[in-house]
């Protein structure tokens, strides 16, 4: 496995909980622009995902697993892991085994598609649905508030811990794959930024 695709346990925590929440660096102001959903003609199929694109044995979510771990995993044939401990950054739970895990789009593969994904190639689809440049991207979340979140944007669902640095993550990347927020979620936005304490993001109308 190439370690160096996903940033370090320790930076990975500090993005997700660090009090200084700017999404991007501070000499960098970033905009989302408000625009209204493309609705209709998605399938999760026009993202190929859990990819092994390193071909090391381990796909996308194997790859998460062992780089979001508190105690990392031994990793055996066909990237079967043994031994490592996990903690959902959602609500601090622990986990020992990872199949009570999900692998969470921050941004979800439905959400992302109304967006602006419907535009993008196959190739761009996958790239995001298996980003491993930012570990902001995906999270080894508990399975079960990965699933009641389902497809809804940040106006629509968030975890029950460390809110303000899930909506900082959120901004970070739509901003990444020029991504834009529809009405709703652009307001929710601009109600929070202020209270998070986030800055240099600017929510647009055009």
């Keep these: 496995m190439n370690t160096s695709k996903r940033i370090a346990l320790g930076l990975c925590s500090v993005l997700l909980f660090s009090s200084n929440l700017a999404p991007t660096s501070a000499a960098e102001e970033i905009t989302l622009v408000i625009a209204e959903d493309q609705i209709g003609g998605y399938s999760r199929n026009l993202f190929k995902h859990w990819i092994d694109a390193d071909k090391d044995g381990c796909n996308t979510r194997y790859e998460v697993l062992i780089a979001e771990a508190i105690v990392k995993p031994k ?82 669902w968030l975890p029950i811990k460390a809110q303000c640095a899930y909506i900082s993550n959120w901004i970070a990347v739509k901003w990444r794959f020029d991504l834009t927020v529809d009405q709703i979620e652009g307001e929710f936005l601009q109600s929070k930024i202020p209270s998070c304490k986030i800055t240099n993001v600017v929510i647009s109308n055009s």
């Design 75 to 156: 990793v055996g044939a066909g990237c079967y892991l043994t031994g490592g401990k996990w903690k959902s950054p959602y609500e601090g739970k622990v986990f020992t085994n990872p199949t009570g895990l999900d692998i969470d789009h921050m941004v979800p593969l439905a959400e992302a598609w109304r967006s602006g994904a419907w535009a993008w190639t196959s190739a761009q689809r996958m790239d995001f649905a298996n980003d491993l440049e930012d570990s902001r991207s995906l999270l080894a979340v508990t399975a079960s508030l990965n699933r009641s979140k389902g497809d809804r944007d940040v106006a629509g």
